[in-house]
């Protein structure tokens, strides 16, 4: 079946640094990748998004990259601010979504 | 429009007791998904549903029932609450297409004592 493996946290950065979160998934046709983001007390929101190999999806600094050679979805942002201290969630999607564990970072001032 | 709500936001039972947690979406969509959320585990499928009067089995779907009368309801039931079933519940909606976004509701904390 289809599987999400995301790299397990937390995180703590500094501001202005850069972040790094790992996804590989496991599935079979071509599903499509998902990052969400949970800030506290909230329900989880798309961050960004890539349906097909090669694509890049990017929102509010972060970018990730549909490899299909790797089967990897990492996400990434060149300078983190405090306001990104959240949960990630990496996800493929065929009928329904498949979630990762999820990664808590914090950003400290 | 206000997306995805969720009623109630907490509550606390006893084992044994039964209740409803409701979700409702303003955008029309066809499909809706009921996940709990558990620490260290990321978000669980328990059923969902692909339209109005259709429901199926997710990862997890023992010990609940739901149920999709109207298009933009979607209810979930415990009929016998166990502490097993203490966590947080997120219902989220999308449209037919498996390239799009699923919209979540704020989610309901429940706790089974």
């Known amino acids: 079946g289809n599987s999400v493996t995301q790299m397990e946290g937390p995180v703590t950065l500094s501001e202005e640094a850069f972040l790094t979160i790992n996804c590989t998934y496991t599935?079979?046709?071509?599903?499509?990748l998902f990052w969400y983001v949970q800030y506290p007390g909230e329900g989880l929101q798309l961050l960004l998004k890539?349906?097909?190999?090669?694509d890049k999806g990017s929102n509010k600094g972060f970018e990730a990259t549909y490899r299909k050679e790797t089967t990897s979805f990492h996400l990434e942002k060149g300078s983190v601010q405090v306001s990104d201290s959240a949960v990630y969630f990496c996800a493929l999607s065929d009928y329904k979504l498949s979630f990762g564990a999820g990664t808590t970072v914090t950003v400290r001032a | 429009n206000a997306g995805v709500t969720q009623t109630p936001k907490f509550r606390v039972l006893k084992t044994g007791q039964s209740m409803t947690l409701l979700c409702a979406q303003d955008?029309?969509?066809?499909?809706m998904y009921w996940y709990r959320q558990d620490p260290g585990m990321g978000l669980r499928l328990i059923h969902y549903?692909?339209?109005?009067?259709?429901?199926a089995k997710g990862e997890v779907p023992d010990g609940y029932n739901v149920s999709r009368l109207k298009k933009q309801n979607f209810l979930l039931g415990l009929e016998s609450a166990a502490p097993s079933q203490t966590s947080v519940y997120f219902c989220?909606?999308?449209?037919?297409?498996?390239?799009?976004?699923?919209?979540f509701g704020p989610g309901t904390r429940l706790t089974v004592l």
């Open positions: 890539a349906t097909k190999a090669d």
């Open positions: 989220a909606s999308s449209s037919e297409r498996t390239t799009d976004t699923q919209y």
């Open positions: 549903s692909v339209g109005e009067g259709t429901t």
């Open positions: 599935a079979t046709g071509y599903p499509s």
């Open positions: 955008m029309n969509h066809e499909y």
